[in-house]
């Protein structure tokens, strides 16, 4: 996991997520009413950095032996009483049943809940993405039940289940031992 490198990264960030789009297109956000405007890799960037600056996002790219293989982050950072915040991600389908994106996301909830002092991470999965909700699975993250039209996904509205942790979850150790001792070897 490191920082999107404005420069460095956007001739492989583009094709990347060229050679994915259909691959992920049915689980990308989307914003109702609003007609579909193209950002420039370095606008999401530098759009990204801003809103880590300002606390409200940890952005990630997802590295695998030098090679961009996909993106996570952690989003609607709330402080106060709340100390939470919400992880989404994709990664290419070449990555994919490789234990690549568990092992990044345990890595983003070891950040969240220690160094950036976040209390709860959630993640938030449409019931038809199998290949998602084996990452959470494979994380022991709990189940908190359906959210009846979400998010908006592709163009509409979709119900998600919710999945969160918590430090007290973790009783001192981390999500990457969790993971570790869950899947051997991982």
Known sequence: MRPLRV????????????ANASWTRPWDSTAPGVVARSMSFSQMVRFQDREAVEGRLLPFAIDVDGQLAGQMHLFGISRGALLSGAAGYWIGREWAGRSITPFALALLIDHALGPAELHRVEVNIRPDNAKSLRV???????????????????GEWHDHRSFAVTVEELDGGSMVQRLRERFDGV
């Open 7 to 18: 420069r460095a990264d956007r001739r492989e960030f583009v094709a990347l997520r060229g």
């Open 136 to 154: 959470v699975h494979k994380l022991g993250l709990r189940d908190e039940g359906l959210r009846e039209r979400y998010l908006h996904i592709n």
